[in-house]
């Protein structure tokens, strides 16, 4: 049983996953992070399911990673904040390492970590009010564990637009930046979700999943290595005075030091 994501299954054997923390605009806690990561596992093993949709309740597809949790490693022991990142880490490269097709439904904004979830979607769709940032830097915080996807998604020169500033983004721009597939009104975002499903259900599960095997071997995606160097240079954000000078400033309503 989850309580910060749902899942609904149709007859076909598309199972759409559900971020279910609208009141907290689908942030990512210790508890999201472990309910996702095992759920996507399980479901990447279940041979009745041919694809995943991943979606989310409320105004926003993910805010990133939630405030309280980050401030709460902090201060917590330094192996308590290995784990946390390499929680983060693993969540990431679960969905990204799914054997079944993941497909990014994006009907409201998406920050920081939230951009990481899009990208180890295979295609996202979104709507044209959804907005995008890699809002870490604002927060004294780095783009880290999820470096490795957005990079891979956007490739380097495009990411160098967006990865460092924390400036905000539209959907068309999240298009050019390749993080989107295409940008849909509302009511047609499900019809465009099918539309990425449906012909996977043409399709032998074992080749998709071996096509999907095949991609990752040739296109860069983060090996034993460089997440542990995702994990390291987290771990030092959260451990650094800009760090928990910018996250106590967002709390308190104040402007961080930096700030001009």
Not at 68 to 82: C, F, I, V
Not at 94 to 113: E, H, L, M, S, T
Not at 234 to 250: M, N, Q, T, Y
């Amino acid at each position: 049983m989850t309580e910060t994501i749902r899942l609904d299954r149709d007859g076909r054997g598309v199972v759409t996953l559900w971020l279910a923390r609208s009141e907290k605009h689908n942030a990512l806690d210790a508890q999201m992070i472990s309910e996702i990561t095992q759920v996507i596992r399980h479901l990447g093993q279940e041979q009745k399911v041919r694809a995943v949709v991943l979606a989310a309740e409320g105004k926003s597809f993910c805010a990133g990673g939630d405030l309280r949790w980050m401030q709460a490693n902090m201060t917590a022991s330094s192996e308590e904040r290995g784990a946390s990142a390499r929680a983060l880490a693993e969540m990431l490269a679960a969905v990204d390492a799914c054997p079944k097709p993941v497909i990014g439904r994006v009907q409201g904004n998406a920050f920081g970590g939230g951009v990481g979830m899009i990208s180890v979607c295979d295609v996202a769709i979104a709507v044209p009010a959804a907005r995008f940032g890699l809002t870490e830097t604002k927060l004294g915080l780095t783009p880290a564990t999820i470096s490795p996807y957005v990079v891979a998604r956007m490739g380097a020169a495009k990411a160098r637009r967006v990865f460092m500033s924390s400036r905000l983004f539209d959907a068309a721009e999240a298009v050019a930046l390749d993080l989107i597939a295409r940008v849909v009104p509302p009511e047609a975002l499900d019809a465009a979700i099918e539309a990425e499903v449906a012909p996977y259900l043409a399709c032998a599960p074992g080749a998709v999943a071996e096509a999907k095997a095949l991609l990752r071997l040739l296109s860069s995606h983060p090996d034993s290595g460089l997440q542990e160097a995702t994990i390291a240079a987290l771990v030092k954000r959260w451990e650094s005075d800009e760090a928990r000078d910018g996250i106590s400033a967002f709390f308190e309503r104040t402007p961080p030091p930096w700030a001009l």
